[in-house]
């Protein structure tokens, strides 16, 4: 019982060392503390939680007129460098305004942190210096299994950044890519990311099992960038679901994606609805079907 109270309050010592911390932060970011955050504290020390999951979405009905900026982003980075021994595993600042200030903050802790599994910065302000610093942090950090970064402008620049470290991370399981205006170089070396099967000659570290590409910005080059993703399905082992909603893929790369997934054997979701497919596309999708029965395909058509 002893041993149980000290477990207790040394849990309670770590929280209330973080609260205390992130105040001090606050005042000296000079923003307003939020409650939210002071109130999953209070809950973790009541309930004797392991690990904190700091979830402030911006489009909650508690943040929706007031979302955070880069100082509070700042504040809690601060906050975490200042409180060794605090289990935080989940950082939630989606549909927020944090922009590439505080997520390069954010990125050099995450160089060294070993307990957040989870990065959801998805809706933001985040462009090309943010994305280059999250994928220089990642390229060391092997803690983060989940990245979600959809609807952050960071163009191919920054996409090709998060590429090549997905090339030799191990570690990272999902990456949500999608509206965040990747280019033919990003889809180009993704295709190389999920390259990973044994038999490959140049064969990538990434055991990622979850891509969503929705959207990129592709123009004259979709066929070719198509065909690199393609390719490297082929010769993929991890992946188990694809996203490549409003894709614009026409007819041609969805043939190139069947063709190449008939002699895949783990994908288990492949989604292209909102594409610029005709009924032509049906033999190949129909293909796909018959020889590789695990995969459920979502081919809907754009809304006219």
């Given at each position: 019982?002893?041993?149980?109270?000290?477990?207790?309050?040394?849990?309670?010592?770590?929280?209330?060392?973080?609260?205390?911390?992130?105040?001090?932060?606050?005042?000296?970011?000079?923003?307003?503390?939020?409650?939210?955050?002071?109130?999953?504290?209070?809950?973790?020390?009541?309930?004797?939680?392991?690990?904190?999951?700091?979830?402030?979405?911006?489009?909650?009905?508690?943040?929706?007129?007031?979302?955070?900026?880069?100082?509070?982003?700042?504040?809690?980075?601060?906050?975490?460098?200042?409180?060794?021994?605090?289990?935080?595993?989940?950082?939630?600042?989606?549909?927020?305004?944090?922009?590439?200030?505080?997520?390069?903050?954010?990125?050099?802790?995450?160089?060294?942190?070993?307990?957040?599994?989870?990065?959801?910065?998805?809706?933001?302000?985040?462009?090309?210096?943010?994305?280059?610093?999250?994928?220089d942090a990642?390229?060391?950090?092997?803690?983060?299994?989940?990245?979600?970064?959809?609807?952050?402008?960071?163009?191919?620049?920054?996409?090709?950044?998060?590429?090549?470290?997905?090339?030799k991370n191990?570690?990272?399981?999902?990456?949500?890519?999608?509206?965040?205006?990747?280019?033919?170089?990003?889809?180009t070396m993704?295709?190389?990311?999920?390259?990973?099967?044994?038999?490959?000659?140049?064969?990538?570290?990434?055991?990622?099992?979850?891509?969503?590409?929705?959207?990129?910005?592709?123009?004259?080059?979709?066929?070719?960038?198509?065909?690199?993703?393609?390719?490297?399905?082929?010769?993929?082992?991890?992946?188990?679901?694809?996203?490549?909603?409003?894709?614009?893929?026409?007819?041609?790369?969805?043939?190139?994606?069947?063709?190449?997934?008939?002699?895949?054997?783990?994908?288990?979701?492949?989604?292209?609805?909102?594409?610029?497919?005709?009924?032509?596309?049906?033999?190949?999708?129909?293909?796909?079907?018959?020889?590789?029965?695990?995969?459920?395909?979502?081919?809907?058509?754009?809304?006219?």
């Amino acid at each position: 019982a002893s041993m149980a109270d000290d477990e207790d309050t040394e849990l309670e010592s770590v929280a209330e060392r973080f609260k205390t911390a992130y105040l001090t932060a606050c005042e000296r970011k000079d923003c307003e503390p939020l409650d939210s955050m002071i109130g999953l504290l209070e809950q973790a020390t009541e309930n004797n939680e392991s690990f904190l999951a700091l979830r402030i979405p911006g489009n909650s009905p508690a943040h929706f007129g007031n979302r955070l900026k880069d100082n509070d982003l700042e504040a809690i980075v601060g906050a975490l460098q200042a409180s060794p021994g605090i289990l935080v595993n989940e950082l939630d600042l989606s549909w927020n305004a944090v922009g590439d200030q505080s997520v390069t903050l954010l990125s050099e802790y995450l160089k060294t942190d070993e307990q957040i599994v989870t990065v959801n910065l998805a809706y933001n302000e985040v462009g090309e210096e943010g994305a280059t610093a999250l994928a220089d942090a990642l390229s060391v950090n092997r803690t983060v299994r989940h990245l979600i970064l959809s609807g952050n402008k960071v163009g191919d620049k920054g996409g090709l950044a998060l590429a090549e470290m997905m090339y030799k991370n191990y570690s990272l399981r999902v990456a949500e890519f999608g509206n965040m205006d990747l280019g033919h170089k990003t889809l180009t070396m993704l295709g190389s990311v999920l390259t990973n099967d044994e038999s490959a000659g140049m064969r990538s570290e990434s055991n990622l099992e979850v891509l969503n590409l929705d959207r990129p910005v592709l123009f004259s080059c979709q066929e070719e960038a198509i065909e690199h993703i393609a390719m490297g399905l082929r010769l993929n082992v991890t992946l188990r679901s694809l996203s490549l909603k409003n894709a614009g893929l026409r007819d041609r790369g969805c043939y190139l994606l069947c063709d190449n997934l008939v002699l895949n054997g783990c994908l288990e979701e492949l989604d292209m609805s909102s594409n610029k497919l005709t009924e032509d596309a049906g033999p190949s999708l129909a293909t796909l079907v018959q020889h590789n029965q695990g995969i459920e395909t979502c081919a809907r058509p754009a809304p006219s």
